[in-house]
């Protein structure tokens, strides 16, 4: 079993920049993909960011491209997400989660089995 904690969040102003961090134990942390999800109140989840197993590959929404940026070190069993020029719109809870599947980089929930609790991103305009 994989237990994922996410950390990192907090308030911050628009324009300004936070990192996350995804910490992960319980199965060898190179069997995996992980993404980064985020949801509003009212919203659905929403995909943000995937990383492969070896970080080689990386995948992004559309409304985060360019601003930030994923990454894993596996001597950590740790994934990251740099967030720069956060809007107020990034303001959600913010999870991530870990597929074997086949599509992880499509962003499908679905394919996600073991998540985090979150951690709470605010951006004040």
Request: glycine residues 12%.
């Amino acid at each position: 079993q994989v237990q994922l904690v996410e950390s990192g969040g907090g308030l911050v102003q628009a324009g300004g920049s936070l990192r996350l961090s995804c910490a992960a134990s319980g199965q060898i942390f190179t069997t995996y993909a992980v993404g980064w999800f985020r949801q509003a109140p009212g919203l659905e989840r929403e995909f943000v960011a995937a990383i492969n197993w070896s970080g080689l590959r990386t995948y992004y929404g559309d409304s985060v491209k360019g601003r930030f940026t994923i990454s894993r070190d596996n001597a950590k069993t740790t994934v990251y997400l740099r967030m720069n020029n956060l809007k107020p719109e990034d303001t959600a809870l913010y999870y991530c989660a870990k597929s074997e599947k086949t599509g992880w980089d499509k962003g499908i929930r679905a394919l996600y089995d073991y998540w985090g609790p979150g951690t709470q991103v605010t951006v004040s305009s």
